[in-house]
């Protein structure tokens, strides 16, 4: 594995060596690349919880962290993300963690650019590292995905973390419905056959993962006021009543209270919202040891 792009990337072993490595991690073991290595993150979003969580994984493993400041950056001047790259990897990078809001930002630059890159999310295409963060937390909560049913709620259309994790877990053998504003993911043929209306879910669904409404891709689109949302579409505390006693509440995050989730849910017995930040230290750690590790 040189690069990770995207969950179709990876096979179903891939998928199980990586969890078990970010396991072992998550259990206190430990290792550092034989030799000084480096790496970067590059930001071209907001972020928070990625990029500081890479940010831990790496200096964990005793990597060194070269700072980059998007704003600040050449590519304001008209530099392309391949002349970024070839000039990391001529000043020694060996490793470098992107987000772009272009979909797919990364289709060429595998076979111009001899840097390691990972995809820390591109537009609404892809987050492999959220995709396997949230694997590991499932795992950890019920030792399987086989015979699973996971239904993913809310702004479908324009989520990487909806795609990469219904793509992973249908290979892994759960059951993946979809929920939310049937408007936003209308007629897409990956959706549209395993829609379920959101109270039909809460009563079968062993995991229940709210998306953020991501207001910064809508163009033209009506969208509804917070308090509405939320009586049609978010996790109420009523709702949450009549889910099945083992089931699990899970965010990628940043959360919007009282509009995906109810606040007093966030930090419920069911939640595993910040459980899923914890494990994306430990999930991101596996992901450069098997990249560097060569």
């Not at 490595?21 to 034989?34: D, K, L, Y």
């Not at 509405?228 to 940043?254: D, F, N, V």
Request: charged letters at 25%; one cysteine or more.
């Amino acid at each position: 594995m040189n690069n990770l792009f995207s969950m179709q990337d990876l096979s179903t072993n891939d998928m199980n060596d990586l969890l078990r490595t970010a396991q072992a991690f998550a259990n206190g073991e430990s290792w550092t690349p034989r030799e000084q290595t480096f790496a970067v993150n590059l930001f071209f979003e907001p972020s928070t919880r990625t990029k500081l969580s890479f940010e831990m994984a790496e200096r964990k493993l005793g990597l060194e962290v070269i700072p980059f400041e998007s704003g600040s950056s050449s590519i304001l001047k008209g530099e392309t993300m391949e002349d970024t790259l070839k000039t990391l990897e001529a000043i020694g990078v060996d490793v470098a963690v992107v987000r772009h809001k272009q979909d797919a930002y990364y289709k060429t630059l595998a076979e111009t650019v001899n840097i390691k890159i990972i995809n820390g999310g591109d537009g609404c295409g892809q987050h492999p590292t959220q995709s396997l963060l949230d694997l590991l937390t499932i795992k950890q909560e019920f030792g399987k995905f086989e015979g699973l049913k996971v239904t993913i709620v809310g702004d479908l259309s324009h989520s990487r973390v909806a795609r990469s994790n219904t793509e992973a877990l249908t290979a892994l053998g759960a059951e993946v419905f979809h929920s939310g504003p049937p408007e936003w993911f209308e007629g897409d043929p990956k959706t549209a056959d395993s829609y379920v209306e959101l109270d039909q879910a809460i009563g079968f669904s062993d995991v229940l993962m709210l998306l953020r409404i991501q207001h910064e891709r809508h163009e033209n689109v009506m969208e509804l006021p917070a308090e509405q949302y939320h009586k049609l579409y978010g996790l109420t505390a009523e709702r949450e009543k009549r889910m099945k006693p083992e089931s699990i509440i899970m965010h990628p995050g940043p959360v919007n209270r009282g509009v995906e989730i109810a606040d007093s849910l966030v930090e419920s017995q069911k939640s595993r919202i910040f459980k899923q930040i914890q494990n994306g230290v430990y999930t991101r750690m596996a992901v450069l040891k098997h990249i560097l590790d060569q």
